[in-house]
């Protein structure tokens, strides 16, 4: 696979994170505010070691110890699910009518399948155009909450501060993606990946922000906020902009479910290159599966639990044995010289 750009890489992270977050299931209250932006600063902190590692060392790491290799794939195998099982329990009625709700998600499977098998660097090449087509999206959300958007529904609250610090950090898949895919991007890997997790902190306050002034106790009846907010943005009179967000929602899934899919294949060619022609097929299926037996409270909850271990212990760990390394090199060096 050929370098992916920095802005590629930040646009097909974000879109992937934007899908996640236009699934939140519930609006806890203005707790979530405060709670959204300390999970980001959160997340930059645990980064930290995975950006300071050398290019090159996942590559290697996972040709000598396998096993670890295997969890990262099964990681991603279990966000690409959580992605289906979203893609149920979310999506609104005009799009997936309770009776084909399946056979939906088999379509958008195999459109997966079409846009992984052109390679991950073809994606990445067309993120920024999707990128373009969800800001003209959010430019016109933005137009029509503004309208109802009341101020003084705001007020400054630390009840249900863990729980939306939990559902923010859970919905942080991608994260885990830019340490596999650190020997593929071109330049200025950190810049790329904080304006990821700056931009997609944005995004989620913008729609927690208008979903708390804008919706007002409809947003708490409803539950899934960002469906019930472009319900009531309708900035065009006598034209409803559903069209609009409905391709939107379809594209952000297939962009998170074709990066999923992506890295299962860079793995498991790095790990097997005999693997190369059958991972993706097999990676849609498995998550399919997955998505159809277990519901999308338990998949984030696997995820919250293994996302400090992939993107914090283990890189330290390999810091740390980097650093150490270093440190036994100069030191064998200074005895050398003296």
Not at 59 to 85: E, V
Request: net charge positive; aromatic share 12%; proline share 4%.
């Amino acid at each position: 696979m050929s370098k992916i750009h920095n802005h590629q890489l930040t646009a097909i992270l974000f879109l992937s994170g934007a899908w996640s977050v236009i699934c939140i299931p519930s609006l806890y209250g203005n707790g979530q505010l405060p709670a959204t932006a300390a999970a980001c600063l959160l997340q930059i902190l645990l980064c930290l070691p995975m950006l300071a590692l050398q290019q090159g060392t996942f590559g290697r790491t996972i040709k000598n110890y396998k096993i670890m290799g295997m969890l990262y794939i099964i990681f991603f195998l279990i966000c690409g699910a959580n992605g289906f099982a979203q893609l149920w329990e979310a999506a609104p009625p005009q799009l997936l009518p309770s009776s084909g709700k399946l056979t939906a998600a088999v379509l958008i499977a195999l459109t997966c399948f079409y846009t992984s098998s052109a390679g991950l660097r073809a994606t990445a090449r067309a993120a920024p155009i999707v990128m373009g087509l969800f800001i003209l999206s959010l430019i016109v959300l933005i137009l029509g909450a503004w309208k109802r958007a009341d101020l003084n529904r705001i007020s400054f609250q630390t009840e249900n501060f863990l729980p939306g610090m939990k559902i923010y950090f859970s919905l942080s898949g991608e994260l885990a993606a830019v340490w596999v895919l650190a020997d593929q991007i071109q330049n200025h890997k950190n810049t790329a990946v904080n304006l990821y997790l700056i931009g997609k902190a944005c995004f989620c306050l913008l729609i927690l922000f208008f979903s708390i002034t804008a919706g007002g106790r409809l947003i708490y009846l409803n539950g899934y906020p960002f469906f019930t907010l472009t319900a009531l943005s309708q900035p065009l009179q006598g034209q409803r902009a559903d069209a609009l967000y409905i391709l939107v929602f379809v594209m952000l899934h297939i962009m998170h479910t074709t990066l999923q899919t992506g890295i299962v294949e860079h793995i498991a060619e790095q790990m097997y290159p005999i693997a190369e022609k059958w991972s993706a097929p097999v990676s849609l299926i498995f998550m399919l599966i997955l998505a159809y037996f277990f519901k999308s409270d338990i998949l984030e909850t696997i995820i919250f639990y293994s996302l400090p271990v992939l993107i914090f212990l283990i890189p330290l760990s390999m810091r740390i044995r980097q650093f150490a390394r270093s440190l036994h090199k100069k030191g064998t060096l200074y005895e050398k010289i003296s």
